[in-house]
């Protein structure tokens, strides 16, 4: 083969999109990952922004990625190292607080200082989410079934499903039913009576999607947000070495050993076809590279309507891509910091930084952060998932320093009568204020600040309208209809053209999973084609 | 009376669990917070302190202090240079062993030892007509160990000595106003030093590395991230993997040497001149091939292992506290017992469930595919798993300098 010809060409160096590279190069697939920027890692990347201090700019925890991944790309051999967050801390507005860790009794003991009733109940919540997770992620793990599909391997996957969905407790069933179409709210209240604790776990339902806690979807959020694992503790988070851009450099030395290239800074600009199926791309520059399989590892509305010409899909399907929504509502805020924060009911301690600190006190806190995004305006008070990786990894600042990435909900991608590059030091003196009121002199410790709007997201990484999850997490853009009813099998309706990216079942979030499942129908389908 | 060490009025207060172990009748923590993880990944990740100060500690001198050990100990210390350490075992006369520890050489005629067990008077017996003085002094030092890839960074802006301090070697330095001894030596399988101190000034020195560690995510571990680190380490310990031959009912409670994966320090033996308490039975066992065991580490296999779990409706557990009872094991195809783990644990830095086992030899080769005995759900399974090298985590870090990538490879030693 000639240098600009290839097996298969990936379109873009997210991690997922880097996930199906490693697994098609393992294959033996001669295979080129694109990418756009001058680094992989799409969302995921750590960079250097003040001089000693290592920026999580965007995605910056793990817990979803599917372990098998690391197993089967044998990523520890790269320098995988996820780290488990040692606790989460949830100041409350009257100075109050709730630190959650890894020991239950401690936990238990910390809950009932806030209600003696939640002690227990906080017990069977576990439980009862660790039973619905456990019936999910089977289903997380392999593509959706064909309702419509007409083969046999169709008809056995959903026999496969239903018997699945039958072989769990009614209850089971009927609690995964109330999280993918109810509220967080109304789930949570049927176990708590604790503001803060339900503030708490409720915040896990509105991350990267234009819900409030007590609107119906928020549910599914939680439990996609609580589907992950730290070496095999559900529900539980860590933060990658480095950061999460120290895990996707990590992907890409797996990808490069099993054989794969890397080019950065190609934009692509079409996918190229030949009498209705793929051969190849045409990047910006003119350069034309061919491939027999060209996977987008881009979000749908790119993926379909911008590398392909629209007059080359079918009509409804078209339809279908260009009513999946958007819409996103996330910004980050990410600090340099000359020392930790002081909060005041806690001066004497460090230990509650390790792991997310969350500003979300309680479930009115976060729905009425909500009403302000309804009306086409960031959150007066929002909410912030803030995370100190340095407290643990001594990697990200310099001694003594830290950073500190803030998640901010809500900034709706649309704002009325303004747009974001007017906004941006506005909205981010807001969460600092927000800050400022949690712990006092915040402000005098900041060295350097990162804005990053949703406009900013949707520029620099390229996910539309800035959403984190490369399109919403509402059930009718999930499983069978993620991105389009009858395409959620990773084909696409051009021949040789697939999607990997978390527009594909099962979503967004470091995951792994679509580019894993992309790369099994990759792999079958030209096992078939060899066949025929 | 329960005694404490030196540095445990410093340490008592960051134990936030309450929960202290005996080790060699002193106060240890099991861990300072609710999960031992968490002190884990400082020694992998950032940079922990223990405190190990209860090992047994010795001076030998003498003019004839080398020429005593080297006909004691099962490794050469003839090779152990001043500023050196030899990490050594001694056995008896029939090749057992009977302990470890480690010889630190001050000058010609100096050594230190420290060991786990007390040895005072089985080396006092042996050095009879040698002008050798042994004197024991556990209690006037503390030992407190800075483990992981920060140490280096945190002593060096004590001691400027270590910033190019050898693995296994050892300096004189001062913290502070205290003088003190530093060797590029632990039990974490990582880059890690030790730091001898006198016991009434080791509050100091304790505050002085905390202080400057502080910036590095420095914090105390306990036993528990310990046994974590070493099992990846492939390091033995005593009444785990051994016990001393001289106190055992039974051969089969008895190891050599070669059976508890120590042959490197046996490199030489069949030629060189150097008489020593159990070198012919040794020899023996090398010529004949006789050796009962092999040591490897075992990889469990991760698919089977989830889907055992997964076949009875149960999470995967990946606790990495490691297991304190043995685990048999078997081959796969006639399911005889071929051997046993001493030890498993899951390993968060290699993301599987690992293990040091003891096999028949035959089964010893890297990759060979057994059988080992898991409970689930009450009942006994069996699991696939490999056996592979020790040690199974081997960062390039624990024996390289800055400047010299890696050490010299005569410096192998664990």
Known sequence: ?532 | MVKTTPFHDRLEPLNRTGLWAHWSGYLSAVKYGMSAKHEYFAVRNGVGVFDTSPLFKYWIRGRDAERFLSGVLTRDIRKCRPGHAQYSVWCDDRGYVLEDGVFFRHSESEYFLTSARPNLGYLSDLAVGYEVQIEDVSDDYGVLAVQGPRSRAVLSALAPEVSDLGYFDHTAAKIGKTAVRISRTGYTGDLGFEVFVPADEAGAVFDAIMDVGRGHSIRPFGEEALLMARIEAGLILIDVEFGSSRLAYTDQERFTPKELGLGWMLRGIDTDDRPFVGRDAIRRELATKSSRWAMTGLVLDWQDYDRLHAEAGLITPKDPVPLPWESMLYDVESGDQIGYATTLMYSPVLQRHIGLARLRPSYAKSGTDVHVEITIDHEYKRAHAETARVPLFNPERKTSNPDRKTANSDRKTT
């Open chain 1, 1 to 532: 083969m000639s240098e600009n010809e290839y097996d298969a060409i990936v379109v873009g160096g997210g991690h997922n999109g880097l996930v199906n590279g490693a697994y098609l190069a393992k294959a033996g697939l001669r295979t080129l990952i694109l990418e756009r920027r001058h680094l992989v890692g799409g969302a995921a990347i750590t960079e250097e922004l003040y001089p000693g201090f290592h920026f999580t700019t965007f995605s910056y925890a793990l817990s979803l990625l599917r372990p098998d991944i690391v197993q089967e790309l044998d990523l520890v051999e790269h320098g995988f190292l996820p780290i488990e967050m040692p606790s989460s801390f949830a100041p409350a507005e009257n100075g109050d607080y709730l630190i959650l860790g890894a020991d239950e009794d401690e936990n238990m003991q910390e809950i009932r200082r806030h209600s003696k009733h939640d002690a227990d109940a906080y017990e069977r919540y576990e439980h009862d989410m660790s039973r619905v997770v456990q019936l999910v992620r089977p289903l997380i793990d392999k593509a959706p079934p064909n309702l419509w599909g007409k083969t046999p391997e169709d008809a056995a996957a959903l026999a496969d499903l239903a018997s699945h969905l039958k072989s769990v407790e009614p209850k089971v069933l009927h609690d995964l039913v109330r999280l993918l179409t109810g509220s967080a709210a109304d789930f949570l209240d049927d176990y708590f009576e604790s503001d803060l604790l339900k503030g708490y776990i409720a915040s896990s339902g509105i991350i990267g999607t234009k819900v409030g806690p007590m609107s119906q979807g928020s549910g599914l959020v939680l439990l996609y947000h609580s589907m992950g694992e730290h070496d095999g503790e559900y529900g539980v988070w860590g933060f990658h070495k480095g950061g999460n851009g120290g895990f996707t450099q990590v992907v890409a030395r797996a990808a490069q050993a099993y054989g794969a290239e890397i080019r950065l800074e190609s934009p692509v600009d079409t996918m190229v076809t030949k009498d209705g199926r793929a051969v190849g791309v045409a990047l910006a520059d003119g350069t034309e590279l061919s491939a027999d399989i060209v996977v987008s590892a881009l979000d749908p509305r790119r993926t379909f309507l911008e590398l392909v010409d629209r007059r080359e899909l079918p009509g409804d399907f078209v339809e279908d891509i260009t009513r999946f929504r958007y819409q996103g509502t996330s910004a980050k805020v990410n600090f340099a910091l000359d020392g930790l924060p002081v909060f005041p009911g806690l001066s004497d301690r460090i230990d509650q930084y390790g792991g997310f600190v969350n500003i979300g006190p309680t479930m009115e806190y976060l729905e009425r952060a909500y009403d302000d995004a309804k009306y086409g305006w960031y959150s007066s008070r929002p909410y912030i998932d803030g995370a100190i990786q340095s407290v643990i990894d001594p990697d990200m600042a310099p001694p003594g320093k830290h950073v500190m990435s803030c998640f901010i909900q809500y900034a709706p991608y649309q704002l009325k009568n303004s747009d974001w590059d007017t906004e941006r030091d506005k909205f981010a003196d807001t969460v600092q204020a927000t800050l400022e009121s949690f712990f006092p002199g915040f402000g005098d410790l900041v060295l350097h600040r990162e804005i990053v709007t949703p406009l900013d997201i949707e520029r620099t990484v390229g996910l539309s309208e800035g959403n984190i999850f490369a399109g919403e997490f509402l059930a009718p853009q999930m499983y069978f209809f993620r991105p389009a009813p009858g395409w959620s099998d990773y084909r696409t309706p051009i021949d040789g053209y697939y999607q990997c990216g978390s527009g594909t079942h099962p979503g967004g979030c470091v995951i792994g999973a679509p580019g894993k499942l992309a790369s099994q129908r990759i792999l079958r389908d030209k096992a078939e084609a060899a066949k025929s």
